[in-house]
T-cell receptor, first 112, second 113 residues
Framework: EDKVVQSPLSLVVHEGDTVTLNCSYE??????LLWYKQEKKAPTFLFMLTSSGIEKKSGRLSSILDKKELSSILNITATQTGDSAIYLCAVENTGSARQLTFGSGTQLTVLP | NAGVMQNPRHLVRRRGQEARLRCSPM?????VYWYRQLPEEGLKFMVYLQKENIIDESGMPKERFSAEFPKEGPSILRIQQVVRGDSAAYFC???????????FGQGTRLTVV
């Protein structure tokens, strides 16, 4: 069974801090790893990572995959209160269906 | 281009009633996925559908749950004879193809009383 573990479970920082969220996984046949931001209700897509060592960047957010270590990190620099959310990591295997296995998420709280 | 649309946003059903949750994928997307998020738990995969076909329903409970994605119209997740344990947020996601990122709807919060 595929498994995703995220750490820390929760994190409280102040505006301007830089945070690193971790995701480790066990998957039978890896296809991709995805990061989502969940505020209130809907998870919104952040990144899809398929290749090891290639950093993906979007504004203050960046993410990189390490297939050797079976892990990924999500970095957020110069955090803002609007970054407060649950950050979800999910992995997808190469099975016949695009079945995502999610971690339990990291609850990030950014204080003013 | 509207995002993934789910309705209703909130649904209250009494035990034993039926719940129908609708999901309209993003324009041009033909792949739909349903997930359930129970309180204090992460998102759990339920079913993956393409137009008129169920590709993978390995995450669906064996009884009372069914899903469809007809040629015309939204995808429907149907829960018959609901029980309290069905109370959860149900999310739908859609993607253009099998290898592209999936975008989520706002979810339907089902409460069984």
């Amino acid at each position: 069974e595929d498994k995703v573990v995220q750490s820390p479970l929760s994190l409280v920082v102040h505006e301007g801090d830089t945070v690193t969220l971790n995701c480790s996984y066990e998957v039978t046949n890896f296809r991709s790893l995805l990061w989502y931001k969940q505020e209130k209700k809907a998870p919104t897509f952040l990144f899809m990572l398929t290749s090891s060592g290639i950093e993906k960047k979007s504004g203050r957010l960046s993410s990189i995959l390490d297939k050797k270590e079976l892990s990924s990190i999500l970095n957020i620099t110069a955090t803002q209160t609007g970054d407060s959310a649950i950050y979800l990591c999910a992995v997808e295997n190469t099975g016949s269906a695009r079945q995502l296995t999610f971690g339990s998420g990291t609850q990030l709280t950014v204080l003013p | 281009n509207a995002g993934v649309m789910q309705n209703p946003r909130h649904l209250v059903r009494r035990r034993g009633q039926e719940a129908r949750l609708r999901c309209s994928p993003m324009k041009g997307h033909s792949h739909v996925y349903w997930y359930r998020q129970l309180p204090e738990e992460g998102l759990k995969f339920m079913v993956y559908l393409q137009k008129e076909n169920i590709i993978d329903e390995s995450g669906m409970p064996k009884e009372r749950f069914s899903a469809e994605f007809p040629k015309e119209g939204p995808s429907i997740l149907r829960i018959q004879q609901v029980v309290r344990g069905d109370s959860a947020a149900y999310f739908c996601a859609s993607s253009y193809g099998g290898n592209t990122e999936a975008f989520f709807g706002q979810g339907t919060r089902l409460t069984v009383v």
